[in-house]
């Protein structure tokens, strides 16, 4: 069960932190004409830091003997 | 008029129907002094959100599936009209050309390479007798990292390297996060590369996890 429950929170927040890590953090820029807000990347780093801390948590918990 | 979205740059514009796009709409090609950019006519930037990442890549995916040579576009590349977008690229145009070249034919795979044991890597050696200047770039050398510099990475990067096209090279330093490695690989050769890291992947003191295949992300990025 535990195995099981930890299998599955690394394999969602990997393939979650891989798409990000791809779509946003890479590719060809065309630094003229992007359109993003700022405001709206910076709001995608908070809730991607609030994963990790949250992973950070379960992880730890149900590493504990 | 209608923004465009980018999705991606290419050498060509492939046959067949064109894909659909992160909305739904039809993906159209426009010509851009010799490459050919992958666009849609949006409302608007697409809401920063999972749904839309994901919608992103796999717009991505469907073009790359039906052309050989494509550089995806980061997330949220918005042009107001085509001469805007023609524009921001007629400077980069050589290097996109040989950009596209490099990654024709091929995928690439994503390595990230994290540490199993909690010892910290060997301080880098400072030659001795050197002088502040040297211990300075010695101790930067050895705060960037370098990936090969731990030889369980170094091995399964070399086992790997007969069928890899080109290589990207990323240190962490936030533990136990090692590295990154991005690696270009022929669409043909993506069976023996997984044969191969499974064969190699067993090292002690270093665990590697495998994503991809993805369209070549990280071999875009130092065109801007």
């Known amino acids: 069960m535990r195995d099981a429950r930890e299998a599955l929170i690394e394999e969602a927040d990997a393939s979650l932190l891989e798409l990000v890590d791809h779509v946003l953090n890479r590719g060809v820029v065309v630094k003229a004409d992007v359109i993003l807000s700022l405001a709206n990347v910076d709001l995608v780093y908070l809730r991607l830091s609030a994963l990790l801390c949250a992973a950070d948590r379960v992880w730890s918990a149900t590493r504990t003997p | 008029m209608s923004p465009l979205y980018l999705y991606a740059l290419l050498a060509e514009a492939p046959a067949g129907a064109p894909p659909a796009g992160l909305a739904g709409e039809p993906v159209r090609f426009v010509s ?28 991505v995916r469907r073009l790359a599936a039906a052309a050989s040579a494509l550089l ?74 370098d990936a090969r510099r731990r030889p369980e990475v170094a091995r399964i ?51 590697v996890t495998a994503s991809g295949p993805w369209p070549p992300y990280a071999f875009a990025g130092d065109l801007a």
Do not use: I
């Not at chain 2, 990654?103 to 990230?112: A, E, K, N, Y």
């Open chain 2, 32 to 59: 851009c002094h010799g490459v050919v950019a992958a666009v849609g006519d949006v409302a608007a930037a697409p809401s920063l959100d999972a749904s839309a990442l994901r919608a992103h890549d796999e717009a």
């Open chain 2, 72 to 145: 995806p576009a980061r997330f949220g590349s918005l042009a107001p009209d085509e001469d805007h977008l023609r524009d921001a690229l007629q400077a980069r145009v050589p290097a996109l050309k040989a950009a596209l070249e490099t990654v024709r034919g091929c995928d690439q795979m994503t390595l990230r390479f994290s540490s199993t044991e909690s010892t910290v890597a060997a301080p880098a050696s400072v030659p001795a007798g050197a002088g502040p200047g040297t211990q300075y770039l010695a101790g930067r050398r050895a705060a960037l990292g």
């Open chain 2, 157 to 207: 990067l070399d086992a790997l390297a007969p069928l890899v096209r080109a290589e990207r090279l990323e240190p962490h330093q936030t533990p136990p996060l090692l590295a990154s490695a991005f690696h270009l690989v022929r669409r043909d050769a993506l069976d023996a590369y997984r044969a191969t890291l499974a064969s190699v992947s067993g090292e002690a003191g270093v665990r």
